[in-house]
């Protein structure tokens, strides 16, 4: 019943920026935290930054800098905007949330379709 839908993707030359959005909707009781990963060819999935409710936000070190992570609790959307892009950070980047779909159930992670980057002169 919950469901992340991503936007933002697309082509951008090197020195670049894009922002990237996430929104939750669905059976939602309470959202710990929401964050984004990113998956290149060849690659692992690995994490760009996550940010819990009424915590500090983390980046992975290579992005910190370039990249900022917002939410908008009130629309249970994760932003994630990218400046200085370089070709390496071409991936797909996929949004994940970390949800108690009702207040007496655990909390799952949910995961988006994934939105593509690509970062090319």
């Known amino acids: 019943q919950v469901q992340l839908v991503e936007s933002g993707g697309g082509l951008v030359q090197p020195g670049g920026s894009l922002r990237l959005s996430c929104a939750a909707s669905g059976s939602i009781f309470s959202i710990n935290a929401m964050g984004w990963y990113r998956q290149a060819p060849g690659k692992e999935r690995e994490l760009v930054a996550v940010?819990?409710?009424?915590?500090?936000?983390n980046y992975a070190d290579f992005m910190k800098g370039r990249f900022t992570i917002s939410r908008d609790n009130a629309k249970n959307t994760v932003y994630l905007q990218m400046n200085s892009l370089k070709p390496e950070d071409t991936a797909v980047y996929y949004c994940?949330?970390?949800?108690?779909?009702?207040?007496?159930?655990?909390?799952?992670?949910?995961w988006g379709q994934g939105t593509q980057v690509t970062v090319s002169s």
């Open positions: 994940n949330a970390n949800i108690h779909p009702s207040r007496w159930s655990q909390s799952y992670d949910y």
């Open positions: 940010i819990p409710s009424g915590g500090r936000t």
